[in-house]
């Protein structure tokens, strides 16, 4: 298992139903705009409403890296601020410091992607 999925973050369904209120945007409109962000990025567009529901109903709360990324470009806010306060594990300090490692590996992967995409490289 790799670093950035060796711990498990939850949305809080409450935070995202008020970021996509917030917006001003139905759950269709949210749905359209991850799916934006998604094709932007060269990757398969498949956000529906249903899921955007999932989500917002705390039925699907652990959503794909692909997900998270867009969530948090959609919303401007950085993934994490979408979640449990006490992501599954945190509370131990060493859970904590991974749960920030994972986010900083996050953090640095995008910013490799979008390099090596500026310099030609293939998909990472």
């Given at each position: 298992m790799s670093a950035r999925?060796?711990?498990?973050?939850?949305?809080?369904?409450?935070?995202?139903?008020?970021?996509?209120l917030q917006l001003g945007l139905s759950q269709t409109e949210f749905a359209d705009a991850i799916n934006v962000?998604?094709?932007?990025?060269?990757?398969?567009?498949?956000?529906?409403?249903?899921?955007?529901?999932?989500?917002e109903s705390g039925e699907h709360a652990t959503p794909v890296p692909r997900y998270q990324k867009?969530?948090?470009?959609?919303?401007s806010?950085?993934?994490?601020?979408?979640?449990?306060?006490?992501?599954?594990?945190?509370?131990?300090p060493v859970a904590g410091e991974l749960?920030?490692?994972?986010?900083e590996l996050d953090h640095l992967m995008n910013?490799?992607?979008?390099?090596a995409a500026r310099v030609g490289f293939a998909e990472l």
């Open positions: 999925n060796s711990y498990i973050i939850t949305l809080n369904s409450d935070r995202v139903r008020e970021a996509r962000v998604l094709e932007r990025s060269g990757q398969e567009a498949r956000c529906s409403k249903r899921l955007v529901q999932k989500w867009a969530l948090a470009q959609v919303t806010r950085p993934f994490k601020a979408l979640c449990q306060t006490g992501t599954v594990g945190a509370s131990t749960v920030e490692i994972a986010a910013r490799l992607e979008k390099l």
